[in-house]
């Protein structure tokens, strides 16, 4: 299980850097409705990944407490 976590993380992190691209082109072109669905997508992303991380340190912690 631990493996598909560090797996979905690693595909979130790269749809955030993609994301993040998309971002960048669109504040060149001053599109500003999609420079805010781009920001919103990015934390949503980041916000999901940092939860994936609390489930990991959890989880390390009880495997630590049924030793």
Same mark, same amino acid.
């Given at each position: 299980?631990?493996? =598909? &976590? ?12 993609? #994301?993040?691209?998309?971002?960048? @082109? !669109? *504040? ?7 420079? =805010? &669905? ?12 940092? #939860?994936?991380?609390?489930?990991? @340190? !959890? *989880? ?8």
């Amino acid at each position: 299980m631990e493996y =598909l &976590i560090k797996d979905l993380m690693e595909r979130l992190s790269k749809r955030k850097r993609n #994301e993040m691209a998309h971002f960048e @082109k !669109y *504040k060149e072109e001053d599109l500003r409705d999609l420079m =805010l &669905i781009s920001s919103g997508k990015i934390f949503e992303v980041d916000y999901i990944i940092s #939860e994936l991380k609390s489930m990991l @340190k !959890y *989880k390390s912690k009880s495997n630590n407490y049924e030793l």
